[in-house]
């Protein structure tokens, strides 16, 4: 006899998701970075939150953390993983039938012990939060619980006030630099950088053979956020109008931009909308991570200056498939990608402002504080000079960087280092601190 007793229909539908039965879920390219992270806060009541945009592999993650779980001796009947992103799970519309289909798990499955939850794109589930306080606090039966949303507004407001100290957010990203190479199987060179550059790093590209199929897949992505994230949840009015936004603030990027430039331009292009509007619609796009503001910062007063902001797309993919050859070059997408590398590294990124100069980043991390200056390529002594002059009156000890796709590494000048591109990863890796 088996230990398992009849399976409910929505068991029998759902349990080729998960591990039981022998079941072996496909896990995709391993990332190991957020494993390890992960795994370093597993074994306690914290409820873990995996934040990014859709299609950014969270899903696979939740997945790999079950199976490395598993190889450290979890019972595969103690692991229980829901993806509201499957119609199979179309039917938990709410916490209680959340509930209740984690009850006819326990009834079918008689896991013994701590039992292990994983919900996917949680936010679907109307009232979700209610459910993960009540179990994240549940002194009867021990639960550790992992969710996921493609929102960075899940634990906004009073959820963040319920839950105070009791969760950790980590958030996902396309791939980086080090995990192209890994899943390229490629070494460390210019030219493996320009083609992740020119590519893109949503995890699912690779898989894909031609141009005109990435295309489709990034539009595709852009799409189903904009209409299912934004627009169908917002109920926007002008979805032509967001959309435009988008693409205006992908092509605009490492560029200063303020809420009033953007009503101007489209103002002058005979467009009807206002101040209030604009502004409502960027925050609904960074709020589903297509897009990250970037604030300014003052280096003197560090202060943080309004009005003015710099905006970055999530992946280059949107501008090298969908936005290709308007306003901006390979220099501003390098300076986009150099943005997201130091996201991916844990540091908060600002612009740094100092009289009338601006430098591009201002990373910090713990008690550490990086400068960055992000230009294409140093091709003449001017070049030079304007790209190193942004230091100038800089007279702190933080370190001071020059990025650039220059084929030589130009020395030390006046304590400023110059890094290529591709040999930024292990710059900052000195700087991995949990």
Do not use: C
Not at 237 to 260: M, P, Y
């Amino acid at each position: 006899m088996t230990k398992y007793t009849i399976m409910s229909e929505n068991i029998a539908a759902t349990k080729k998701f998960n591990f039981w039965y022998e079941n072996n879920p496909e896990l995709g390219f391993e990332r190991i970075k957020y494993l390890d992270k992960l795994m370093r806060f597993s074994g306690n009541r914290l409820i873990k939150v995996l934040v990014g945009q859709r299609r950014t592999g969270k899903s696979y993650i939740l997945k790999q953390t079950i199976k490395r779980l598993l190889e450290s001796g979890v019972q595969p009947e103690n692991t229980i993983y829901i993806n509201k992103e499957y119609l199979e799970f179309d039917f938990i519309t709410d916490y209680r039938i959340l509930s209740d289909f984690i009850e006819e798990y326990k009834q079918t499955l008689r896991p013994q012990g701590k039992i292990y939850i994983f919900v996917d794109e949680i936010q679907t589930i109307d009232g979700w939060e209610r459910l993960v306080n009540s179990y994240s606090q549940n002194s009867a039966d021990e639960y550790e619980l992992y969710i996921s949303g493609s929102n960075s507004q899940l634990l906004a407001g009073e959820l963040a006030t319920l839950l105070s100290g009791r969760y950790i957010l980590f958030q996902i990203f396309p791939f980086s630099f080090d995990e192209f190479q890994e899943f390229q199987q490629i070494g460390v060179s210019k030219e493996s950088y320009l083609k992740y550059l020119q590519s893109g790093a949503l995890p699912e590209l690779f898989h894909l053979t031609d141009i005109e199929t990435k295309r489709y897949y990034v539009s595709a992505i852009k799409d189903t956020v904009l209409l299912r994230d934004i627009i169908t949840r917002y109920k926007i009015k002008d979805a032509g109008l967001l959309e435009d936004i988008f693409k205006f603030l992908v092509n605009n990027a490492s560029n200063l931009i303020s809420i009033s430039n953007i009503v101007n331009y489209y103002t002058s292009k005979g467009r009807k909308t206002n101040y209030e509007t604009i502004s409502t619609y960027i925050s609904y796009i960074e709020q589903t991570f297509l897009i990250h503001k970037v604030e300014r910062y003052t280096i003197k007063g560090k202060e943080l200056l309004s009005g003015s902001y710099k905006y970055y797309a999530n992946d280059p993919a949107y501008k090298n498939y969908l936005y290709a050859g308007v306003n901006y070059g390979i220099g501003s997408l390098l300076e986009n990608v150099v943005y997201l590398q130091l996201l991916q590294e844990g540091f908060e990124v600002y612009t740094g402002a100092m009289r009338n100069r601006e430098i591009d980043f201002v990373a910090i991390k713990n008690d550490q504080k990086l400068y960055f200056q992000v230009a294409y390529v140093l091709s003449d002594e001017t070049t030079i000079e304007r790209e190193y002059g942004v230091y100038k009156n800089i007279d702190d000890n933080y370190e001071k960087y020059v990025v650039t796709l220059d084929d030589v590494e130009l020395p030390i000048r006046n304590g400023i280092r110059h890094v290529q591109a591709w040999k930024l990863s292990s710059i900052l890796k000195q700087f991995n601190v949990i």
